[in-house]
């Protein structure tokens, strides 16, 4: 009796972690990816205690809100995961995250690395890990002083912190080296449409 593959193509959603020290360009390469307009993907914009920066708009880069507020949040339970990172706290919305999943789309949390972790313990069967660098620490001191967003103390504070966020690699599945912006973006959309051929674990193939 010859047995029929169900569609091999995945169906669901999957959460696309993408993390990687200040500088390395992330954002960068999540608008990129998020630009080619394909439906089946979206952004969680996170919640954050910490100022907009010149251009940042409250809803489009984050929602800026106050330390109170988000501590309200973290009591009503409405993160999926929350971190505080440079001093200040961010967070991921659980009903967005859940939200997308439950209609099959992709979401892209571009998140600090104890977020990445926690999220990926939560979702094992549906996150992907992805971990941007530049080449080499001397590039990404270059890229956080050419971007003149940040004062040199915090330069320095965000040089410290990406030392201490490499050591988390391990935990992360695909690393990509932002060397040239357009081949990390090529990169970083390859590994997510790899994503829909991936085995999901308890789904049927076979009937
Ligand atoms: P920035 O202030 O430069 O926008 O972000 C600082 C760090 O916080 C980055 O590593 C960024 O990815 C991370 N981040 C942004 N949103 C979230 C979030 O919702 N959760 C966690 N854990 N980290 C976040």
Known sequence: MSKKIS???KKAGNIII????????KS??????LAEGKKNISYSISYTTRSPRKGE???????????????????EKKFAEWAKVHGNY???????????LSVGK???LEIDVQGGVSIKKQYPNNSCMIFIMTPDFKTLKKRLMARNKDRKETISMRMLNAKKELKYL?????LVINKKLDEAVHAVKTIIKSLEYKIEKGRIYFA
């Open 7 to 9: 569609n091999p193509i």
């Open 18 to 25: 993408i993390s990687a020290p200040s500088g390395a360009g």
């Open 28 to 33: 960068s390469i999540c608008e990129a990816v």
């Open 57 to 75: 708009g409250n809803g489009k880069n984050y929602y800026f809100i106050s330390e109170d507020k988000f501590k309200q949040m973290i009591e």
């Open 90 to 100: 961010y967070g991921t919305s659980k009903e967005v995250l859940n939200k997308a």
């Open 106 to 108: 992709n979401i892209i």
């Open 170 to 174: 391990p935990k992360y599945e695909y």
